[in-house]
């Protein structure tokens, strides 16, 4: 969009003109002041180690004996406990003499209440490692148990990232954390984040800070295999909004202020090469398989490159960040009322990848304008012919190609069918507010946007088809 990118022309022709000098002068990208600039310059990408492989859960005991600990905390969920997954770790850990405990109550969606009662099982043991093995849902209770386990006169909200909490940084050691993704899926193996839904303010919100990160994620795509139609469904959308989003987010030398020491710099930067390689290899992955791994739950391949596309997904997300699609999903999975998803169990719950989808189309015909190359690009690579497609038409050219992945992948036509009418959406424009915070996704959105831009957004994603 024009006016934004003269106005960050502008913010960067002061950068360089503020003193000219040889020892203080920008020289294109080359960064020799040591006064701080208005503008980031720098990117960094951080990652838990990723070990993929069929069949590589067997490594797990061997892994814990390698790091000397003595008393693992197993998470997981009820569903997940007698399926083959957790009986595999099981198996490891017991073949190498690993001493462990269970904890298999981690709620589906979890909340802050659910957090807490991990942290309690995790409190009452004296554990020196982690392993979670489950979905988001487990891996990010897993972290927050880890985390309240290491600095246990923490108060809860300490962590929790501001507004809504004090948004603490993590200066205790944790103890190490094995994560082994079973859906494909949120990336949380890679990532310093852990997502919970606040029960007083009826939004998900969240920890993040990178000593969340796992140390090891073991990526097995058997695991994917036993995922229930729904779960590879919805899971699914999941990557691909993360993709789209961490490859339009604002690109990381467009966003201030620069950090004034390195450790400042934030976990989420916005979009830049290396994110935007993982992002791409996500879109093409999800062009050629996603239909077949959910609608061909014994296709192998299939479920592979997707539980893989997942996890590099979450590689791009852990350092780009996401934008529009995850912040207002958030109020629309917290204030599910009616909506019982099939596979995820008998309560009314929005999962996380229908939740994000929802908006998805109208987020990215709002978002277009930022940089049409980009989303003509990613229209092209989940399979949208854009011969003779103009600049202007990227936004309706993406958003189309949304659209016949969600009626392909038969997801629900809108946030009405969830439940919502339009009397909500000042109650979700009001709950997604809080993560368009300066700490948290409104960096990262590639265009500014009022709280009218969140109105129409939601107003249009009420019916899709
Ligand atoms: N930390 C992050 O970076 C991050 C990113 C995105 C989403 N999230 C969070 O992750 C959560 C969603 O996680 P999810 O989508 O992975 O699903 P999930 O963990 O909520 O699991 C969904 C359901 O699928 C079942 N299931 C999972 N794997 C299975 C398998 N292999 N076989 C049979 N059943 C299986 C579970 O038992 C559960 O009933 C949300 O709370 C979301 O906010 C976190
Ligand atoms: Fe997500």
Redesign the pocket.
Known sequence: MASRKRVFDLLRTIDRVSCQCPAHGFRGNFQVSYETPVLDYAFEIKSSTVRYGIGVTREVGQDLVNFGVKNVCVMT?S??VS?K?VKEVLNSLTKNGVNYKVYDKVR???TDTSFKDAVDFAKKGKFDSFVAI???????TC?AANLYYSDPEADFLDYVNAPIGKGKPVNVRLQPMIAI???S????ET?G????DFEEIHT?T?ISHSALRPILAIIDPL??????EK?AN??GF?VFC?ALESLTAIPYNERGPAPSNPALRPTYQGSNPISDVWARFCLQVIQKYFSQSVYNADDLDARSFMHLAATMA?VG??NAGVHLCHGLAYPI?GNAKTFVPK???KDPMI???LSVVMTAPAVFRFTAASDPEKHLEAANLLGADITGKKKADAGAVLADTILKYMQKMKIENGLAELGYTKEDIPSLVKGALPQFDKQRLLQLTPLPQSEEDLSTILEESLTVY
């Open positions: 969920d569903n997940l399926l997954p589906v969606e979890p489950g979905g988001g849902s487990v891996m990010d972290k993704p079973t859906t899926g949120t990336g949380s990532t984040t852990c997502i919970f998900k969240g695991h994917s295999m036993t995922m229930p779960v919805y899971s999941d993360h979450g997300i852990g999975a596979d995820y169990g999962p996380h990848g």
